[in-house]
């Protein structure tokens, strides 16, 4: 068994690379997709519409983090709240995946 001193916690590793720590997890899965959506957010021009295709090859295809049915029902409920779609399906992915 080794250790790992990430963030200022230390995960406990098994030879297999099993995390004892889901705290690393979870810091690493907010990590990505902090990423994912400065990805989008830096490469895209044309606003939140342009983005939405995507957002979609992002979540649904190469990640797997919503089905394209929730992902539909994101952009209908983000393009009825305030503020632009795309920041709206991010929250909402965000909250998905992480509660927050």
């Known amino acids: 068994m080794r250790e790992m001193i990430y ?3 230390i995960s406990r590793y098994k030879d297999d690379g099993t995390v004892y720590n889901k705290d690393v997890i979870c810091v690493r899965q907010l ?5 994912v959506f400065a990805k989008i957010g830096s490469f895209t021009f044309g606003g939140g519409y342009a983005m939405l295709p995507i957002i979609q090859e992002e979540i649904v295809d190469k990640r797997g983090w ?8 994101y952009y209908a409920i983000g393009q009825c709240t305030p503020g632009i779609i795309s920041v709206n399906t991010a929250t909402f992915i965000g909250y998905k995946l992480r509660g927050i």
């Open 66 to 73: 919503a089905s394209e049915e929730e992902v539909i029902d």
């Open 31 to 35: 990590l990505e997709l902090f990423i």
């Open 7 to 9: 963030l200022d916690k």
